[in-house]
């Protein structure tokens, strides 16, 4: 299928790897964008090796392909070069004539030993956009330390208020560090296109995942700025809104997520326990965080008297916020999600089925919606075929091929 939406005719050279860069290039590509893999030889992404799970073959077997890889990686097209060769160094350069937008997540220096560093670039290329993704940042004491979403999230702070109010600090179920940076540097790319589309130059994009959970932090990090005050783990509540958590029923959990004092008066009457909605402790959002250790166990008591559908009907009725707490395989059984076409089937030639699910793109634009044009690339998938698109003519790769620098 060919390129369509609104970022057609755009070339992105992708030299990231893992999750956070991956993430901000399927989203362009998702909105058209031409996105060119650089993996390395041999190897490629780090993540093609993250598994179990990894796609079954006709046979039943694994293949090369982890879950992991495909998650971020679709709409792209796989170069296996190695750019610690001078002929892969050259090549890059021969493709960047051509290329809007580099991006990569080497660590701090790392593409400068190669000649391939922003100042290396930029006069050659004074309209390139250059995405670098570190942990840390270009600045700063801790710039030149390997960073991961982990990091990110123990040093920024997310842990310390994720977890049981008693228990040890937790990470989120997914890199949500990573994820959120490649959200911020898709944001940034654009941003710094629109720029150079009115004046005709190009820019360095510096992102840390330090800096990108620091500022994801949002209201809680708001909290301690205004206050002084260290916010503590609450478990499944939340610092500024009471009844805002989770609720065991007769049969499963449910979130309760009352954002008002008129639809906790609506959940009382529904519940049967209109008493509580005027206590003096409960009466208003303001009394109900101060006296929480006093409300929550009583609610826990009504909730688990009926069962999770029950509750989730009856508060749809009354408009109050209430929903499951859904497993993996119920969201994506779930009508809505069904609905919005948040689950996807790509053909791929190496699985077994002939094809591979992914999950799909959120974003839903009327007249240019995101396209699903290709799986995940297997390694070096289109390296031929982009070398000679890019002007390298056959004697030029097989000269390419026998330094080594592609497989």
């Given at each position: 299928m060919a390129a369509t939406g609104p970022l057609s005719g755009l070339k992105i050279l992708d030299l990231s790897r893992i999750l956070a860069g991956p993430t901000c290039t399927q989203i362009l590509g998702?909105?058209?964008?031409?996105?060119i893999k650089i993996e390395k030889p041999g190897t490629g992404d780090d993540t093609r090796a993250w598994g179990p799970p990894y796609v079954k073959d006709a046979d039943g077997k694994d293949t090369t392909e982890s879950a992991y890889y495909l998650s971020a990686n679709r709409n792209k097209r796989s170069l296996s070069l190695d750019i610690t060769k001078p002929e892969g160094q050259q090549t890059i350069r021969q493709i960047l004539g051509q290329c809007d937008v580099l991006i990569h997540n080497f660590k701090v220096g790392g593409l400068e030993k190669y000649d391939l560093g922003y100042g290396n670039l930029k006069t050659d290329f004074p309209k390139l956009?250059?995405?670098?993704?570190?942990?840390?940042?270009?600045?700063?004491?801790?710039?030149?330390?390997?960073?991961?979403?982990?990091?990110?999230?123990?040093?920024?702070?997310?842990?310390?208020?994720?977890?049981?109010?008693?228990?040890?600090?937790?990470?989120?179920g997914v890199a949500t560090a990573d994820i959120y940076t490649?959200?911020?540097?898709?944001?940034?790319?654009?941003?710094?296109?629109?720029?150079?589309?009115?004046?005709?130059?190009?820019?360095?994009?510096?992102?840390?995942?330090?800096?990108?959970?620091?500022?994801?932090?949002?209201?809680?990090?708001?909290?301690?700025?205004?206050?002084?005050?260290?916010?503590?783990?609450?478990?499944?509540?939340?610092?500024?809104?009471?009844?805002?958590?989770?609720?065991?029923?007769?049969?499963?959990?449910?979130v309760l997520a009352v954002g008002n004092d008129s639809q906790y008066?609506?959940?009382?009457?529904?519940?049967?326990?209109?008493?509580?909605?005027?206590?003096?402790?409960?009466?208003?959002?303001?009394?109900?965080?101060?006296?929480?250790?006093?409300?929550?166990?009583?609610?826990?008591?009504?909730?688990?008297?009926?069962?999770?559908?029950?509750?989730?009907?009856?508060?749809?009725?009354?408009?109050?916020?209430?929903?499951?707490?859904?497993?993996?395989?119920?969201?994506?059984?779930?009508?809505?999600?069904?609905?919005?076409?948040?689950?996807?089937?790509?053909d791929y030639d190496l699985a077994g089925s002939g094809s591979v699910d992914l999950i799909g793109s959120p974003i839903k634009m009327s007249e240019t919606p995101v396209t699903y044009r290709t799986a995940p690339p297997y390694a070096g998938q289109h390296t031929d075929d982009v070398l000679t698109e890019f002007g390298l003519s056959a004697d030029d790769i097989s000269h390419l091929r026998d330094a080594g620098a592609i497989e």
């Amino acid at each position: 299928m060919a390129a369509t939406g609104p970022l057609s005719g755009l070339k992105i050279l992708d030299l990231s790897r893992i999750l956070a860069g991956p993430t901000c290039t399927q989203i362009l590509g998702d909105l058209g964008a031409d996105v060119i893999k650089i993996e390395k030889p041999g190897t490629g992404d780090d993540t093609r090796a993250w598994g179990p799970p990894y796609v079954k073959d006709a046979d039943g077997k694994d293949t090369t392909e982890s879950a992991y890889y495909l998650s971020a990686n679709r709409n792209k097209r796989s170069l296996s070069l190695d750019i610690t060769k001078p002929e892969g160094q050259q090549t890059i350069r021969q493709i960047l004539g051509q290329c809007d937008v580099l991006i990569h997540n080497f660590k701090v220096g790392g593409l400068e030993k190669y000649d391939l560093g922003y100042g290396n670039l930029k006069t050659d290329f004074p309209k390139l956009i250059y995405c670098a993704i570190t942990g840390f940042g270009q600045t700063g004491p801790y710039a030149p330390q390997p960073g991961y979403d982990l990091l990110a999230q123990a040093m920024g702070g997310l842990m310390s208020i994720t977890g049981p109010a008693d228990g040890d600090p937790h990470k989120v179920g997914v890199a949500t560090a990573d994820i959120y940076t490649g959200l911020y540097a898709s944001i940034s790319v654009l941003a710094a296109l629109r720029h150079r589309d009115a004046t005709g130059v190009g820019q360095m994009i510096d992102l840390g995942l330090l800096d990108v959970q620091a500022a994801c932090l949002a209201n809680v990090g708001l909290n301690h700025l205004t206050t002084g005050a260290v916010p503590k783990r609450l478990g499944n509540g939340h610092p500024s809104i009471v009844p805002y958590e989770v609720f065991p029923t007769a049969d499963g959990f449910m979130v309760l997520a009352v954002g008002n004092d008129s639809q906790y008066k609506a959940f009382c009457a529904l519940a049967g326990c209109p008493d509580l909605a005027t206590d003096t402790r409960f009466v208003n959002n303001r009394a109900r965080v101060d006296n929480r250790t006093d409300l929550i166990p009583l609610l826990r008591v009504i909730t688990k008297t009926r069962p999770r559908a029950d509750w989730i009907k009856d508060c749809a009725a009354a408009n109050v916020p209430c929903g499951p707490v859904n497993t993996i395989d119920e969201v994506f059984a779930d009508p809505q999600i069904q609905h919005r076409g948040m689950r996807i089937s790509i053909d791929y030639d190496l699985a077994g089925s002939g094809s591979v699910d992914l999950i799909g793109s959120p974003i839903k634009m009327s007249e240019t919606p995101v396209t699903y044009r290709t799986a995940p690339p297997y390694a070096g998938q289109h390296t031929d075929d982009v070398l000679t698109e890019f002007g390298l003519s056959a004697d030029d790769i097989s000269h390419l091929r026998d330094a080594g620098a592609i497989e």
